[in-house]
């Protein structure tokens, strides 16, 4: 059986774990904090973050948006991109932005973590730009459709949909609802999904200092 090194906020794992969700495919979870010292993480990812997939042999498997590609080749049932190379490509840019959103997220997290000395408001600001991009790149593509692509859940909605929950979590301040609500609409309705509701994101305590 799989196991899945992962963490209650991680928007990147949680992508993971919908996806086996999905599928159907039985794994053994361990929740982790890949910021404290003792993580067991670099153990089986050179760049230290999780998530990662372990397989029965021992071998890892790890950067979200490549585990959720392998795991598509090695179990297509139900099928999670489009049959066509321009749908897998349409949603693998879905996955591009919302993976690049939740990056700047996480710098912005870390940014404000810093000594008020420390920090950088042209960063912060510069980071945040891009999540505001993101959104709007979203709020014109998807709307209130109820899937980014085609008429079923794509990794496109896995990746999106948890962006747009992980933003909640880390910025509840955020008027991201009220400036797209037909977002909003999109995301309520992901959320209902047996699979997301299992995996709703949780902030963890970080016990070592990171920044
Ligand atoms: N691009 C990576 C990002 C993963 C990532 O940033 N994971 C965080 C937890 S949410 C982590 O493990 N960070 C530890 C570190 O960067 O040292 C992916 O998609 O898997």
């Known amino acids: 059986m799989y196991k899945l090194i992962s963490a209650t906020p991680s928007p990147y794992a949680r992508k993971v774990r919908i996806q086996l969700a999905e599928k159907g495919i039985p794994f053994e979870l361990i929740t982790e904090v890949p910021w404290n010292s003792d993580t067991q993480t670099p153990l089986h990812n050179p760049l230290e973050k999780l998530p990662v997939l372990i397989c029965d042999d021992g071998s890892s498997v790890f950067e979200s948006r490549y585990i959720n590609e392998w795991i598509e080749y090695k179990h297509p049932t139900p099928p999670l991109f489009p049959k066509d190379i321009d749908g897998i490509l349409a949603v693998k840019r879905y996955e591009v932005i919302a993976d690049g959103a939740c990056d700047a997220l996480v ?65 509840p301040a955020k008027p991201w609802r009220e400036q797209y609500p037909g977002l909003a609409v999109y995301s309520d309705r992901l959320e209902t999904r047996p699979s997301f509701v299992a995996t709703v994101p949780v902030p963890q305590v970080i016990r070592d200092r990171v920044a």
């Open 107 to 171: 710098q912005m997290f870390f940014e404000v973590a810093r000594d008020p000395d420390k920090q950088s408001k042209p960063w912060f600001d510069r980071q945040e730009r891009k999540v505001d991009g993101a959104l709007r790149s979203f709020s014109d593509s998807v709307g209130s459709k109820k899937f980014c692509h085609g008429d079923t859940l794509t990794l496109a909605d896995i990746a999106v949909g948890t962006l747009l929950r992980y933003l909640t979590v880390r910025w």
